[in-house]
């Protein structure tokens, strides 16, 4: 029962079972990580639990890493400039039409639908490019 508790821990983890080789593996973040069956057997309560401790631990810890090193990539940076100029063009092309929308005309009735509909992707946008100013600082 015990081994098959260890079993589920590992799963929950993500690990895989390889049945050929006897272990149990995970490949994330760029990173291997193996489990002998034989731990699972063979490791007292105590030692298991400062294993699978240390398993969470080093997958947070490779997670932060290989995030931190993405952000630092270039074509990271590239595709956020990218999308932010799209968000920017994005937000002058609604902003504009949002503006001729609510410029009173002379025969013809204003559209508070459309109005409506042009201020929400407005307030969007602007939204959407303020988190990816705040994100650039970080």
Do not use: C
């Not at 821990?9 to 995970?26: A, R, S, W």
């Not at 193996?34 to 810890?61: A, G, P, T």
């Amino acid at each position: 029962m015990e081994q098959l508790n260890r079993e589920i821990e590992l799963l929950q983890l993500g690990f895989k079972k390889n049945y050929d080789q006897q272990t149990f593996y995970l490949y994330k973040y760029d990173l291997s990580w193996y489990v002998d069956y034989s731990k699972i057997l063979d490791y007292s309560d105590h030692k298991w639990n400062i294993l699978i401790e240390d398993m969470k631990y080093d997958l947070q810890e490779s997670k932060k890493m290989f995030y931190k090193h993405l952000r630092m990539s270039s074509g990271y940076n590239l595709a956020g400039k990218d999308i932010r100029n799209k968000l920017r063009d994005e937000y002058n092309k609604y902003n504009s039409w949002l503006q001729q929308e609510t410029q009173g005309k002379i025969g013809r009735s204003p559209n508070f639908k459309r109005e409506t509909e042009l201020r929400a992707k407005v307030e969007l946008l602007k939204e959407l490019i303020e988190m990816f100013k705040e994100e650039k600082k970080l």
